[in-house]
């Protein structure tokens, strides 16, 4: 037997209870769920394509910030089927609305890499924080996840953008 829910747009079947996301909370974790795909998506074409000085280095960075993206792609995702909101991470979908701009074809020297992979950290970071407080007025949990998927790109953030800083002296 299946009813329709007239106060959210969900369809709740037989054995789905519980608390059912809204619209909005669905869209904004859908945003979040597409910026960390491409953080993905981007971070492995980075990690095929980086050349120059401290390659090996940024090389393996690289991969824990695809394997982390691609983990909190899925923690995001199965949070909206536990709230009945159904994730969309189809590459047409990613690609046209992803907020992370285009990555450059080819290689790219580690420096540049560097500089566009913090660009890219921050940006999805960016739409996390933009999303948050009516994540969190709707659904404190939701936003529990988002705090730790922060902490973590703000943190890799940091680390990576450290190999291009240069030490400030008094």
């Given at each position: 037997m299946t009813t329709t829910s007239h106060t959210k747009t969900a369809v709740r079947t037989r054995g789905n209870s519980g608390f059912v996301a809204s619209p909005e909370l669905a869209t904004s974790l859908q945003r979040v769920l597409v910026d960390l795909i491409e953080l993905h998506l981007q971070g492995k074409q980075a990690h095929w394509n980086v050349v120059g000085?401290?390659?090996?280095?940024?090389?393996?960075?690289?991969?824990?910030?695809?394997?982390?993206?691609?983990?909190?792609?899925?923690?995001?995702?199965?949070?909206?089927?536990?709230?009945?909101?159904?994730?969309?991470?189809?590459?047409?979908?990613?690609?046209?609305?992803?907020?992370?701009?285009?990555?450059?074809?080819?290689?790219?020297?580690?420096?540049e890499t560097v500089d566009l992979i913090t660009e890219r950290l921050n940006a999805t970071v960016g739409t996390m924080r933009e999303v948050h407080d009516q994540v969190d007025d709707e659904d404190p949990t939701s936003a529990d996840i988002l705090h730790t998927v922060i902490t973590a790109l703000e943190q890799y953030a940091w680390m990576i953008s450290a190999e291009n800083r240069v030490a400030a002296r008094a």
């Open positions: 000085k401290n390659f090996r280095d940024l090389h393996l960075q690289l991969d824990e910030i695809v394997d982390d993206a691609r983990e909190f792609s899925d923690v995001i995702a199965e949070r909206m089927r536990a709230l009945q909101a159904t994730p969309d991470g189809r590459s047409a979908t990613v690609s046209e609305t992803t907020t992370l701009a285009g990555y450059p074809e080819g290689e790219v020297d580690t420096a």
